[in-house]
């Protein structure tokens, strides 16, 4: 995939919901108990992504799309690389990344094994899914005294949101607005309305209950099926960015 901002921009807005589009697919879910207000009270706390601020340095849009297509980490051990060699990409989804065999195996006995696909129109919403999570790495870096790049810097644009807004049992939601990346914290109780069926939203309650210290990712994409009809993928996951 080419790594230009125009192609990313494309991916986004053709996969990603709206604001608006959220907002109207979750009262609709809760059947009118989340309402417009309370979707405006947590979009009022929304990161943007607009390239500046980038690993401590302003930068264009082109730059920070392009340090996040260099961008890979191990979904297993949360292990970054900024630079080559790329690491091991699953080929069912194409949305999971490892740095070496032995990740893949004990992360595909341990969860993507029963979420992983090899149908084309969820790979594309896994490689979505696999781009704003990297995006949220990159906004959360720094530089050293070496001048290397590292993840969770103490003073990063994702951390300075978090102490402004205390976020911290929240689930961010990407949405493509306005020609924007956007990163809109919602509470799980929230959440859970788009999740289909009770055993479901009962483990999603379990396991993101804001006892992690790791931010944790939820995306309603837009897919295509085989009649080029629109539908929507639910995709739930947890990021290797810490909270403070």
């Known amino acids: 995939m080419d790594a230009g901002k125009d192609s990313v921009e ?52 082109d730059e920070f799309f392009s340090c996040v ?25 194409r949305g999971m990344h490892y740095c070496d065999k032995t990740c893949q195996r004990e992360h595909w006995k341990a969860a993507h094994k029963t979420m992983c696909t090899g149908n084309n ?41 978090f102490l402004k807004y205390g976020c911290r049992d929240h689930i961010y939601m990407p949405v493509f607005q306005d020609d924007r990346l956007m990163y809109i914290p919602m509470p799980l109780k929230f959440v859970v309305y788009l999740v289909p069926g009770s055993p479901q939203r009962d483990v999603m309650r379990q396991e993101f209950n804001g006892s992690s210290q790791r931010v944790a990712m939820a995306m309603q994409t837009k897919v295509k099926d085989v009649k080029d009809k629109y539908g929507v993928l639910f995709i739930l996951k947890e990021t290797f960015v810490m909270l403070p």
């Open 69 to 93: 297509a260099r961008t890979s980490q191990c979904d297993n051990c949360g292990v970054l690389r900024t630079k080559l060699p790329k690491m091991l990409t699953c080929s069912g989804c």
């Open 10 to 61: 494309k991916m986004l807005q053709d996969r990603l919901m709206s604001a608006e589009m959220l907002c109207a697919m979750m009262q609709n879910a809760s059947k009118g108990k989340f309402s417009k207000n309370d979707f405006d009270e947590q979009f009022r706390m929304r990161i943007v992504v607009d390239g500046k601020e980038m690993m401590g340095f302003d930068s264009t849009q």
């Open 121 to 161: 129109v969820s790979k594309d919403a896994f490689r979505v899914g696999d781009f704003c999570s990297k995006m949220l790495s990159v906004l959360s870096m720094g530089v050293d005294a070496d001048h290397e790049t590292y993840v969770n810097a103490d003073h990063s644009r994702l951390r300075d949101t």
